[in-house]
């Protein structure tokens, strides 16, 4: 999932402001981010390498440090203890650690398969990005929705106006998220433009990756901020 865990933290930052909307973009995408650090690390190796070839259904990664069920406990304390030290609030490190456990709950339903602790372990979700990608993707399409829906009507009821602009920004960007995920299903860029195979320091997944959430992180960040009261 990646639109939808984005929607948790526009919620969390809503109902919790003594936070900082930076903070729960960051922790509702915790795992994915971690993910990419042990990819490096040579723990959580990714593939395909060739971004331009690569699908939800032929992507190959065992997330079993930063996404199988075990080491949830130990990411769920992490930021639990950063967000009550950092903001010297304990409801915001609850939250934080809400985050964590919601990004797991989602991911069971939409996501890639996870364990409890390792590939020999018993499963732990549905595992649809490999049985069934387009359930998945319209799983996350109904959860962003209701979750933005949410978020946009407590703002009315709180006084705050958003100009039309502003407000389709934020859609629009979640409409992205959900529609590359669509876009590339099961069909890859080279397989959508006939691209030619490329020896190109650009032609790489993990980097793409980590571009995008950091986009989509500062995007938000930047815009969601930018509202008046009436």
Request: no cysteine; net charge neutral; aromatic share 18%.
């Amino acid at each position: 999932m990646l639109a939808g865990h984005f929607s948790t933290a526009l919620v969390a930052n809503q109902k919790f402001p003594k936070g900082s909307l930076l903070f729960f973009l960051i922790v509702s995408q915790f795992q994915d981010l971690l993910w990419f650090v042990f990819h490096y690390l040579g723990l959580e190796p990714t593939g395909p390498s060739d971004v331009f070839g690569a699908t939800l259904v032929n992507m190959t990664v065992d997330m079993v440090y930063s996404h199988d069920l075990l080491p949830q406990l130990v990411w769920v304390l992490a930021v639990f203890l950063i967000g009550k030290f950092w903001f010297k609030s304990t409801a915001v490190g609850l939250i934080g650690a809400a985050l964590i456990v919601g990004h797991f709950v989602l991911d069971f339903f939409s996501g890639h398969p996870h364990h409890f602790f390792g590939a020999d372990t018993h499963a732990v979700g549905l595992g649809l990005y490999e049985t069934n990608v387009y359930l998945a993707i319209a799983i996350e399409a109904v959860f962003t929705a209701v979750v933005l829906w949410y978020f946009f009507s407590s703002e009315k009821k709180q006084g705050i106006q958003r100009t039309t602009t502003n407000k389709m920004s934020i859609i629009g960007l979640f409409v992205f998220g959900v529609g590359f995920l669509l876009f590339i299903a099961t069909t890859s860029f080279r397989e959508w433009f006939g691209i030619p195979e490329l020896n190109m320091p650009i032609n790489t997944n993990v980097p793409t990756l980590i571009m995008t959430y950091v986009g989509m992180i500062l995007f938000l960040n930047y815009f969601v901020p930018k509202f008046k009261k009436v």
